[in-house]
C-alpha cells in the first residue's frame, strides 16, 4: 500500500483558498487518490478522487501531477465550516475499503 | 435515502461486559466496512462484511471481536469481555460495490469502557 505523507495542521482565514499537498512517491500504476474530511464525532465524508491531471466538483479541486508522487486538493473561499480533518488515500481502485489506511490527516483550522 | 445508521451513538460498559455495536448500510449497499479510531488517529480497519460473509477481518483481533452481516438486519460488532483499551470511536461504512473506495460512513459509535 502506498504511504502518504501530508503537513500535520493548517490555519486559515475565511475566504481564502487553501491547498493541502499530500505526498505518495511509491504510488502504484493501478492507485486512485481519494480525499475525505471528517468533522469531530462525525465519519468520514468523501470529498473527491482522482487518477490524473486535475478533477473538480462542486467542493473542490484535485491537482495530480503528471509524475503523480503528490497531489494537492484545493478548498476555494474556506468558510468556518471548513474546519475539520483532511485526509489523503492512495489505493487500488478496485479495491474495497479494506485496502485503504487512514493516516493521521490534516487538521484544517479556518478563523475569522 | 437514509444514509449509514449506527447504534447506539454512545456506549458505556464496564470491563469484562459485552458491547453490541450496529449498524445498518444505506439501502442497496450489500458491502460493510468496521473501523476503529482512537484520539488523535486515524481510522484503522477491522473487518470487510458482504452480506452473510466475512471477507476480510486482517484488522480485527482474533480474541474477543467478532462481526457479522446477516441476511436480514443490520451488521453486528461484538466485543465481548470489553478492556480499557477498546475504548474508541467505530465506525462503519457501506458502499454498493467492492471497489471504488468511495465509502459513505456513519456517525459513529463512541464506545467507553470504565
Not at chain 1, 484535485?62 to 485526509?87: C, E, G, H, N
Not at chain 2, 468496521?34 to 484503522?44: H, N, T, V
Not at chain 2, 466485543?79 to 470511536?89: E, L, M, N
Request: glycine share 8%; with cysteine.
Amino acid at each position: 500500500l502506498a504511504k502518504t505523507t501530508q503537513p500535520i495542521s493548517m490555519d486559515s482565514y475565511e475566504g481564502q483558498e487553501v491547498n493541502i499537498t499530500c505526498s505518495h512517491n511509491n504510488i502504484a500504476t493501478n492507485d486512485y487518490i481519494t480525499w475525505y474530511q471528517q468533522f469531530p464525532s462525525q465519519g468520514p465524508r468523501f470529498i473527491i478522487q482522482g487518477y490524473k491531471t486535475k478533477v473538480t466538483n462542486e467542493v473542490a479541486s484535485l491537482f495530480i501531477p503528471a509524475d503523480r508522487k503528490s497531489s494537492t486538493l484545493s478548498l476555494p473561499r474556506v468558510s468556518l465550516s471548513d474546519t475539520a480533518v483532511y485526509y489523503c488515500l492512495v489505493g487500488d481502485q478496485a479495491g474495497g475499503g479494506n485496502k485503504l489506511t487512514f493516516g493521521t490527516g490534516t487538521q484544517l483550522k479556518v478563523e475569522l | 435515502n437514509a444514509g449509514v445508521m449506527q447504534n447506539p451513538r454512545h456506549l458505556v460498559r464496564r470491563r469484562g461486559q459485552e458491547a453490541r455495536l450496529r449498524c445498518s448500510p444505506m439501502k442497496g449497499h450489500s458491502h460493510v466496512y468496521w473501523y476503529r479510531q482512537l484520539p488523535e488517529e486515524g481510522l484503522k480497519f477491522m473487518v470487510y462484511l458482504q452480506k452473510e460473509n466475512i471477507i476480510d477481518e486482517s484488522g480485527m483481533p482474533k480474541e474477543r471481536f467478532s462481526a457479522e452481516f446477516p441476511k436480514e438486519g443490520p451488521s453486528i460488532l461484538r466485543i465481548q469481555q470489553v478492556v480499557r483499551g477498546d475504548s474508541a470511536a467505530y465506525f462503519c461504512a457501506s458502499s454498493p460495490r467492492a471497489g471504488g473506495e468511495k465509502l459513505f460512513f456513519g456517525s459513529g459509535t463512541q464506545l467507553s469502557v470504565l
